[in-house]
Structure formats: structure tokens, C-alpha cells
């Protein structure tokens, strides 16, 4: 593949394929790119093939992306009368359409690894990447459903989370964050650490939930993304918001690990938790004064302005970083829609 525009296009459907995208918004290769049987062989080898791609979506999403991709790819040989489908791309449509599938409501509880491309805003803007080997990523295994009938919702990664890694891609946010020691607040799925540990030169990050079973899933990511040695990321802590931090392990980190940023995303969303998050940045700034908190939300309902509001009522300064989204069809990572506005605050304290 020579072509620089059509490696550009599907590079974007693999990336979106890999986040496990609705198949039904996919950015599709238009027809004279599918009719290329050297297309075809390459998303055989970057989409579908398991020998090469250890930690592909689920056999169903995969099926529901080949079946139309295989429909798209024989009308355009049909249209122009020339060429044919790849002999591998048929194989693994047999394969996947005699595939012993669970039934709808045990499939959808299943675990589901999640790719998420990470490129640096100067590299999207430039469009030099040529090859599916060099995007920087972060993988992660998430329970997708287990949000239903719960109200833990750490399973799997949010809007917010993804706007706030957008911004931490930009010049602007990855200064706040190389060379730094970030804590992560309530971290669900790990890829704000993942992202500032693997691909953005934190010095350090410690990253923490309050459930326990989240944070059983947390240390199960941070390994799958070669962060278990104990360097960059500390082992995922436990930390319930609200607690005195004096004599916790809080504390010692404080001291030991010297935080330089505080960072969570999808963590005002809940009424309760409002004041317990305001206290717990209390405390982390009577240990750390110089602290600069990062806070990322969906406005969903009015609990994250009362968010705002309690920091205000605590002489905190909170600054909202000017940073929008992205129409979905200009984006070219990290892709998620945004039916309600995601909005980042910086928070400090006055000196």
C-alpha cells in the first residue's frame, strides 16, 4: 500500500474497529479501495487475523463488521467487473458465521478487550503514520455490561476519560503530565494511567478506585499494557473518598512519590459523591499545596456544576480548560460521541 490517503483510511476504520466502534458509524473504505486486493489482505491481516492480533474484539463484533465489510467489498467488484474476494477474507467469514456463539444475554456479559489508538495531536494533524504497527495504543480488558442494574460503572471507559486523554495528546495537556507524578482518582479501567505511564513521560502514577472488584480489573490492565513492574505505576490502590488521609498510605506516597498532578475523568456523576471528591482534594492539598487537580465530566445533570460549586465554597481556584470535541467524523483517535457537553476543569489552590 503506496497510497498515503488510503492507508489514512483504513488505519481510521482499524482504529475505530479496535474500540469496538457501533458497526453502523464506521468509516468505511470506499469501494475502489476494497475492490485492491492488496486492501483486502491487509485488513485480513490487521483486522481479522487471530496468529497476528492476539487481543482482537469479541468473534461476534468481528462478524458484525466482516459481514458487511465482505457485502461492501463484492458490490464493488460486481459494480467494476474486475477482481475478486481474498481467499482469507472468506475463511474467516466461514469460520466466524459457523462460530458457536452464547446466547444474546451471556454475550453480553462477556470480557472484551478494547483498543484504544493514542496518537500525539501533532502526529494526527500530520498524518504521517504509514503503518498499523506504529500507533501508540493502549489496550484494555473491559466488562461492558456490568453497568447494567449497578451503579458501579468502572468496567468500562467513558466519554469523559476519552476526552480528557484527547486533551492530554495536546501540546498544552501533555506538558501538564511529562516528567510528573500524577495520582489518579477513581480510575475505573486504568487508561488515564495507562496513557500518562505508557505514552506520556509521567514520571510516576498511582492509581486508585473504591471498589475493590474495580480495582481487581485495574491491575489485570496495567499488566496487559507492561505496566506491573513497579517503575511508573505503583500497584492500583484502594481509596474511598472522604477518609483522613494522615496515617494512610496516602500520606507516605505523598511524601515518597512527591504528586505533582491529581487527574480522574466520570467521577462527578453521582450526587453523594460530590462533597466526599471536594474533601478528599482538601486533603490531598493540605499534604501536596501545590497540587494541580484535573477534572473531566460529562454534564449529564446538575451534580457537576454542585462539584464546581463545592470546590468554589473551599477557596479552590477552578479555571474550565478550553478544549471542545471534535465532530465524530473529524476524529481520527480515541473516538467517542458527544450527545452532552464533556467539560475539564483545573483546579489548584491559592498560595
Not at 136 to 160: F, I, M, N
Request: aromatic letters at 8%; glycine letters at 6%; a negative charge.
Amino acid at each position: 500500500m503506496s497510497n498515503s490517503d488510503i492507508d489514512t483510511q483504513l488505519l481510521l476504520f482499524r482504529r475505530q474497529y479496535l474500540q469496538l466502534f457501533e458497526p453502523d458509524f464506521l468509516a468505511w473504505p470506499p469501494p475502489q479501495l476494497l475492490r485492491s486486493s492488496d486492501a483486502q489482505t491487509w485488513l485480513h491481516k490487521n483486522l481479522f487475523d487471530e496468529s497476528r492480533n492476539p487481543r482482537l474484539p469479541p468473534a461476534r463484533y468481528q462478524l458484525r463488521v466482516l459481514q458487511p465489510l465482505v457485502t461492501r467489498i463484492e458490490k464493488a467488484i460486481h459494480h467494476a467487473g474486475e477482481g475478486e474476494l481474498c481467499d482469507d477474507l472468506k475463511a474467516r467469514l466461514a469460520s466466524l458465521s459457523t462460530h458457536g456463539f452464547p446466547s444474546e444475554s451471556l454475550a453480553v456479559q462477556e470480557n472484551a478487550y478494547v483498543t484504544f489508538t493514542c496518537l500525539p495531536e501533532h502526529r494526527v494533524s500530520s498524518e504521517e503514520n504509514d503503518d498499523a504497527a506504529d500507533d501508540p495504543t493502549v489496550t484494555l480488558l473491559e466488562h461492558r455490561s456490568l453497568v447494567q442494574g449497578s451503579k458501579v460503572t468502572g468496567y468500562r471507559t467513558w466519554e469523559a476519560a476519552l476526552h480528557l486523554g484527547a486533551y492530554l495528546l495536546t501540546e498544552a495537556g501533555a506538558r501538564l503530565v511529562a516528567g510528573k507524578s500524577v495520582l489518579e482518582l477513581g480510575a475505573g479501567t486504568g487508561f488515564l494511567a495507562v496513557l500518562c505511564a505508557k505514552h506520556l513521560q509521567a514520571r510516576h502514577v498511582t492509581t486508585t478506585d473504591g471498589d475493590a472488584g474495580v480495582v481487581h480489573c485495574l491491575r489485570h490492565n496495567l499488566r496487559l499494557n507492561g505496566l506491573d513492574d513497579g517503575r511508573r505505576v505503583k500497584e492500583a490502590k484502594r481509596l474511598w473518598w472522604g477518609e483522613e488521609l494522615r496515617g494512610m498510605w496516602v500520606e507516605e506516597a505523598c511524601e515518597c512519590e512527591g504528586y505533582d498532578v491529581v487527574v480522574g475523568a466520570d467521577i462527578t456523576y453521582e450526587k453523594g459523591a460530590v462533597m466526599t471528591l471536594a474533601l478528599t482534594l482538601q486533603h490531598l492539598f493540605d499534604l501536596r499545596p501545590r497540587l494541580v487537580v484535573i477534572i473531566a465530566g460529562v454534564v449529564r445533570n446538575a451534580t457537576f456544576q454542585a462539584f464546581r460549586d463545592e470546590c468554589v465554597r473551599r477557596d479552590f481556584l477552578v479555571e474550565e480548560v478550553q478544549f471542545g470535541v471534535k465532530p465524530m467524523r473529524e476524529q481520527k483517535c480515541l473516538f467517542y460521541a458527544a450527545a452532552m457537553p464533556i467539560k475539564i476543569l483545573k483546579i489548584t489552590r491559592p498560595a
